[in-house]
């Protein structure tokens, strides 16, 4: 019986006017469904590091960063976003297209990379899949590194796949200079062929022999971040970023007891997150299933070599980011997901007749996941309600600037509101407030802000973490310990709680599911005219 493939050739490459309109379709597109988020304030992580670091490139022609500590991350995405605000000018507007363009391209990229490993039906199916999925989706006109990676990634493991040398190193040269965590894949890579002719596996398993990329030819894309590191030593003193940063990063989360909590957490996102649950049910239940046969030809499944492959660069995302990273976002695994929404699609089509119908029901689930928050706590910058949080504040922000234009009024705030107050260029402010800031607000962090209640006039309170009405697991008192100690959960007190315990009241207030944000006025009586 013989297998059919239909299409899954890496000889057959799409034509450069073809892929110019399939990424040209793919920026459009997105830049439609993203038109009514491409004006918005800078967010959360956005604000505190990657805009600041690309405007001093911007202003100074400056990679290392000086309004904001340098975490050592490679300059590329900044270096982009600098040129373009050279050219079009500063604004959030030009900064999301920025981001856009990255995403069409890793779009693109993954489209190639699904028709030369299965086929262009498939192909099509992940590409639509990944594009709504949740976290991608949202990060997408975001000004963070992890999407621009994961193209970078996905367009090396194509040639990978296709056996081209100069690509190959290419591709993961611009991942590495993107984001340091990008040379996971081209070290799990090595390491996966470096095993397979130790263990010497079959034929079938193995990478065929006689390949151009292979053995040192593997790690050359490591090349361009060691010579980033060299650069940013040199000029800083520091290899790995500033102290705060590594300690958070590095040397706080190498627990014995962490590392195996995180990766459930990893395994998670990678797995079941936003949607992806029914994916991967989808295609385990259709696992038990024969190959379908048509015409006296089998569907044919991804190499097995390629699929071993895929596999060992996502057991080394999950096990490195399980050691790593003080904050376990989801936007880091963004490599390694799409590998996954692949190799599930591929064998849906191969086994089950009605596999658009299944497809179809996962496109549904994501789209839900972009618009509905899950009953537990997460990052908001994993779907839309990134969006609410930046309304919200930017709501707040007019407020302030309304309600006291011609006063100098103190502000205490926690961090990342304490940015946007204090830097117009993230678009919440036009003039900036002096800002006294606290960590959150939390019980100790307010007590502390009530003692010395002389040094500001209002109060910028806001959910420094997701917090929904009724979380899953919230009367396990042991996990929410766990959390507390090794993941930074907090409780804020509610709105009403810091107004009482600052002594004022609420002038301005919104919520939005499982997050608010409140404007408190402290009443005291040498400022009682400042606040009538």
């Known amino acids: 019986m013989r297998t059919l493939n239909r299409g899954a050739d890496t000889s057959v490459r799409l034509p450069w006017p073809q892929q110019f309109l399939l990424y040209a379709m793919f920026f459009v597109g997105l830049a439609l469904l993203h038109a009514p988020l491409l004006r918005l304030p800078y967010f ?222 990893r395994l998670w996102q990678v797995f079941l997150y936003f949607g992806l649950w029914v994916l991967t049910l989808a295609a385990v239940l259709a696992m038990r299933r024969p190959a379908i046969v048509e015409n006296g030809e089998t569907r044919a499944r991804i190499a097995v070599w390629v699929q071993m492959a895929f596999a060992a660069v996502v057991a080394a995302y999950l096990l490195f980011m399980a050691a790593v990273g003080g904050a376990v976002l989801a936007r880091y695994m963004l490599p390694v997901v799409p590998l996954v929404i692949l190799v599930f699609v591929s064998t849906l089509w191969r086994r089950l007749r009605h596999w658009r119908l299944l497809v179809a029901v996962v496109a549904i689930a994501f789209v839900a996941g972009l618009f509905t928050n899950p009953p537990y706590g997460y990052s908001p910058e994993d779907n839309l309600a990134y969006r609410d949080y930046v309304v919200m504040h930017a709501e707040a922000s007019r407020f302030l600037a309304m309600r006291y234009p011609e006063t100098r009024a103190r502000v205490l705030t926690a961090w990342p509101a304490s940015d946007e107050l204090s830097r117009p260029w993230l678009g919440y402010v036009a003039r900036p407030f002096p800002v006294v800031r606290i960590e959150d607000f939390t019980p100790g962090q307010v007590a ?27 009367n396990w008192v042991a996990w929410q310990q766990i959390k507390e100690k090794y993941f930074g959960y907090h409780r804020d007190l509610a709105p009403e709680q810091i107004a009482g315990q600052l002594g004022g009241r609420i002038v301005f207030s919104k919520k939005s599911d499982g997050q608010w944000v409140a404007v408190i006025a402290v009443e005291r009586e040498e400022n009682a005219g400042f606040h009538r």
């Not at 081209?186 to 151009?212: D, H, S």
């Open 44 to 265: 959360w992580d956005e604000a505190g590091y990657y805009v600041p670091a690309a405007r001093d490139l911007y202003l100074t022609g400056s990679l290392i960063p000086h309004s904001t500590p340098s975490n050592a991350h490679p300059p590329l995405v900044m270096a982009a976003l600098a040129g373009a605000w050279r050219l079009f000018g500063y604004a959030p507007l030009v900064t999301r297209l920025v981001m856009l363009a990255f995403a069409a391209f890793a779009l693109l990229g993954f489209f190639r990379l699904a028709r030369a490993t299965a086929n262009s039906s498939v192909a099509c199916a992940s590409t639509g899949l990944l594009a709504i999925y949740p976290v991608f989706f949202a990060q997408s006109s975001l000004a963070h590194l992890d999407l621009a990676a994961a193209g970078f990634t996905l367009w090396g493991l194509l040639a990978y796949v296709e056996d081209h040398r100069g690509r190959y190193v290419l591709w993961f040269g611009l991942a590495a200079l993107t984001k340091e965590t990008a040379i996971l894949a081209p070290v799990a890579l090595f390491g996966w062929e470096l095993l397979a002719r130790l263990m010497r596996l079959t034929k079938e398993l193995a990478p065929p022999a006689g390949r151009r990329v292979a053995g040192v030819v593997l790690l050359l894309p490591l090349a361009p971040l060691a010579g980033w590191y060299a650069y940013h030593y040199w000029k800083t003193g520091m290899l790995l970023g500033n102290p705060e940063f590594v300690r958070y990063n590095v040397t706080a989360t190498m627990n014995w007891l962490r590392i195996p909590l995180a990766l459930g957490i």
């Open 448 to 474: 502390l802000a009530a003692a010395a209640s002389d040094r500001y006039d209002l109060a910028l309170a806001f959910s420094t973490k997701y917090q929904p009405q009724r979380p899953l697991l919230e």
